[in-house]
């Protein structure tokens, strides 16, 4: 009788302390019975296997996409056509973020959610992979991630036909700036560029006043289009039509060049804040600060 | 000075930045202004800036009886 109600007595402890432990919360299971932890990092395990094997694909599909950037642009394409990416959207955040610098690099690093969507848009647009693999990578490969689409971006917008990084060539030996303003054949120099070239440099042996332009021909283009822009608005201009010229004289506010020739050496080379500005329409004829 | 047809040539007096034209060493004058991109000469309608033109030097405005307009002030002293 003892043993048999010891036995009872022994069950209903078991029972009670299986009960309890089914009563606790399941971190506090996992903290008592350390197996089913192992089990679940096992578990985890093969989640860690298939990023490495993602890993893997991306580091693959990276280097193919080193192989062919023709095909990366193609990929770039169809990932901004496909409205229902999420994964693209991040790109098109990184991108616009891009130029904040670091802190959105580690926004883009933070964007790790992304791999839950990739894997749903696994199936339906693999190309990405490569793309959002390597911004999940570490920095140098992030920042090759990143700069790949503004590579295509800027081969896009920005074509290596710029002609001191600004003028567009529209058509044979026409060029047209940002502002609009039109430079093509003409002057005794044959092309209006090559015109605006005298007024980058001092001639100090040109009789009277001889304008030059501070920050070479890219200075001297960028502040052309600055004071076409401010004559437009009427901002401190003077304006005169002679026939089929406008001539504008701009104050820029600031100095954009100098005085030289023989009258400016001998006047010390004074600044120059003022462009005078001849157009006919938008093509120009000639520009130099005074 | 335009040398277009030797037995005439002739002389204009251009502006070197807007490429205006006088046909007298007058600056008061009337001007006119050629083609953007191709400009031509008025008197023979040969090309402005073409291998047969050349800018005047003293002798050649002797020629053409313009020396008395030489404003020495504008002269370039080539070193």
Partial sequence: MNRSKQKLIGFGILV?????YTLLPPELQQLIQPGPGVASRSQNNPEGQRL?????????????????????????????????????????????SE??????LASSDDSTPQTGTQRATQATAP????????SRGPPATNSEGKQRPDDQQLNRNQPATLLHGLLHEISNDQYLSPAGLIYG?????????????????DQPKR???????????????KTIDDAYQRAQKQQRTTKTVDRNRTIYTVDLGKRIGFVGGQDG?????????????????????????? | MDSDTAASPHGLVVCDECDAIWLEPDLNTAHQYPDVENAKCPVCNGGLWGSNSRWANRDDLALLQWDM????????TEG
């Fill in chain 1, 52 to 96: 490495n094997g993602r890993e893997g694909n991306s580091q693959q599909l990276e280097a193919d996409s080193h192989q062919s950037r023709s095909a990366k642009s193609t990929q770039t394409e169809s990932t901004v056509r496909n409205p229902t990416n999420v994964n693209t959207d991040g790109l098109a955040d990184s991108r616009k």
């Fill in chain 1, 99 to 104: 130029p904040s610098g670091p802190a959105t």
């Fill in chain 2, 69 to 76: 307009a030489i404003n020495p002030e504008l002269d370039i």
């Fill in chain 1, 207 to 221: 009789p009277g006043k001889h304008g030059v332009f501070d920050g070479g021909m890219q200075g001297a283009l």
């Fill in chain 1, 265 to 290: 050496g001998r006047r010390r080379n004074p600044m120059a804040r003022r462009v005078r500005l001849v157009l006919e329409g938008k093509r120009v004829i000639t520009a130099y600060p005074m």
């Fill in chain 1, 185 to 201: 054949p003409g002057s005794a120099e044959g092309h209006r560029l090559d015109h605006l070239q005298r007024h980058v440099k």
């Fill in chain 1, 16 to 20: 009670l302390i299986l009960a309890s």
């Fill in chain 1, 127 to 134: 190309e990405n992979q490569s793309t959002s693999g390597k």
